[in-house]
């Protein structure tokens, strides 16, 4: 069977994340230019917050997902 989608990459992205202390923030992505903002919230969890944009940023920048797409 062919393939319907071929290319399927991550362009921008917003996720909410937080820790059971009650920090949260809004991290927006923009996969295509490698960029990221953190919402304001207190330096330390930034400084999490930042490591997991940069983590994401590595693993889904210019990667095409669509042979982990099952149409």
């Known amino acids: 069977m062919q393939k319907i989608i071929t290319k399927f990459y991550f362009d921008r992205a917003k ?3 937080g820790d059971d202390f ?4 809004i991290l ?3 996969y295509k ?13 930034k400084q999490k917050v930042t490591l ?3 983590r ?16």
């Open 33 to 45: 230019n490698s960029r990221f903002t953190i919402s304001k919230t207190n330096p330390l969890f």
């Open 52 to 54: 997991v944009a940069k």
């Open 56 to 71: 994401l940023i590595v693993k889904k920048h210019n990667i095409n997902f669509s042979d982990r797409i099952e149409i």
């Open 15 to 17: 996720y909410l994340i």
């Open 22 to 25: 009650g920090n949260e923030a």
């Open 28 to 30: 927006k992505i923009d």
